[in-house]
């Protein structure tokens, strides 16, 4: 009897971790890792910037080649940020938060500003979606 419970007990839990497996689901585009624009010339790296009523993010944007740092912006509080992620054919930088949902930031003559009306790319997975 010992067995067949010890038994049934493992297979319970096979089952519960291989149904939560992410084998074969689509991949969240966001990141907290440094990320590359699509063709390498810039990349961008986040932050917390501690502040008395909220930590922030601060995503900073550098020149790949040099290092240099471009731009910054803070985008979202800290608590409620899920990353970042570049357009796979623009230097257009998206972040995705749990407050204010996925927005992006254009890039004009590097600098980045938030654009809330544009249309997120079909290649940009939420953590949703």
């Known amino acids: 009897m010992k067995k067949v419970v010890c038994f ?5 839990i096979v089952c519960a971790s291989s149904c939560t497996s992410k084998t074969g689901a689509p991949q969240n585009s966001f990141t907290f890792d440094k990320v590359y ?3 390498k010339k810039y990349y ?3 932050s917390v910037e501690p502040s008395e ?3 922030m993010i601060k995503v900073s944007i550098y020149i790949s080649d040099t290092d240099e740092l471009i731009f910054d912006f803070v985008p979202a509080r800290a608590r409620d940020f899920w990353g970042i992620c570049w357009e796979s054919d ?3 930088i998206w972040i995705q ?4 949902g996925v927005l992006c930031y254009v890039c004009q003559n590097e600098t980045w500003i938030l654009n809330e009306n544009a249309e997120r790319p079909k290649d940009i997975l939420s953590k949703y979606d």
Do not use: K, R
Not at 8 to 12: D, G, H, S, T
Not at 97 to 100: L, R, V, Y
């Open 8 to 12: 049934l007990i493992f297979a319970v």
């Open 37 to 39: 624009s699509y063709d």
């Open 44 to 46: 961008a790296l986040q």
């Open 53 to 55: 009523a909220a930590n």
């Open 90 to 92: 623009t230097y257009n």
């Open 97 to 100: 938060s749990g407050d204010i």
